[in-house]
């Protein structure tokens, strides 16, 4: 069964700072993964996903993600934070058929001090 | 392009009552769409998933009588949470999926039963 562990429910970084958000999965193949950003009262927008190839995958407002099949993690990062990106962050995996079920961890949020 | 649209964004309705919401899928036709939840603060939990023409397949702990999932055409299918009651009060969101493709989400739907 896939699963997927977010570590740390609350991730406060300054404006300008690293920002890294941490995403494990847990399943018998490689998954799809995905991050999805959420700001309050919204929908999802998908940031970036790995499929294939790549590893190291770059996604939309600077962020990206790097699959590590060895130690079953996905972070993510930005070299440099802005106030924007202060949101609700979710890793998710899901099996290779489009029609399979997207497993949605539970979430970072992440707070940018001025 | 793939643009998910819900109607409607927010909706109060009184204890015992139903309400019907409706994701659309704007641009593309949705060969199976998603039907999520989402609690304050918390990630989102899969309610069903629906394929157009056929049944919704429930997951496990949602009353399939009480959340009625309509997938009528590729483009639009309907929740309706009959007999609404105040536990039923979350963040409903849609998403949906052409062949081959991934899921795109609608930006939710604000459900208060009162």
């Known amino acids: 069964a896939q699963s997927v562990t977010q570590l740390g429910s609350h991730v406060s970084v300054s404006e300008g700072a690293l920002v890294l958000l941490r995403c494990n999965y847990s399943?018998?193949?490689?998954?799809?993964l995905f991050w999805y950003v959420q700001y309050p009262n919204q929908g999802l927008q998908l940031l970036l996903k790995?499929?294939?190839?790549?590893?190291l995958v770059k996604g939309i407002n600077g962020f990206e993600a790097e699959f590590k099949k060895s130690e079953t993690s996905f972070h993510l990062t930005k070299p440099s934070a802005h106030m924007s990106d202060a949101a609700e962050y979710f890793c998710a995996v899901r099996m290779y058929s489009s029609a399979s079920k997207i497993i949605f961890g539970s979430g970072t949020r992440l707070s940018i001090r001025p | 392009g793939a643009v998910v649209s819900q109607h409607p964004s927010w909706v109060i309705c009184k204890s015992g009552t139903s309400v019907k919401i409706e994701c659309r899928s704007l641009d593309f036709q949705a060969t199976t769409m998603f039907w999520y939840r989402q609690f304050p603060k918390q990630s989102l939990m899969l309610m069903a998933t629906?394929?157009?023409?056929?049944?919704?397949?429930?997951e496990q702990g949602v009353e399939k009588d009480k959340f009625l999932i309509n997938h009528a055409s590729l483009t639009l299918s309907t929740l309706t949470v009959t007999s609404a009651h105040p536990e039923d009060s979350s963040f409903y969101i849609c998403?949906?999926?052409?062949?081959?493709?991934?899921?795109?989400f609608g930006p939710g739907t604000r459900l208060t039963v009162t």
């Open positions: 399943s018998s193949v490689p998954p799809y």
């Open positions: 998403s949906a999926s052409r062949r081959g493709d991934e899921q795109y």
């Open positions: 629906s394929n157009e023409g056929s049944k919704a397949t429930y």
């Open positions: 790995y499929t294939t190839g790549a590893t």
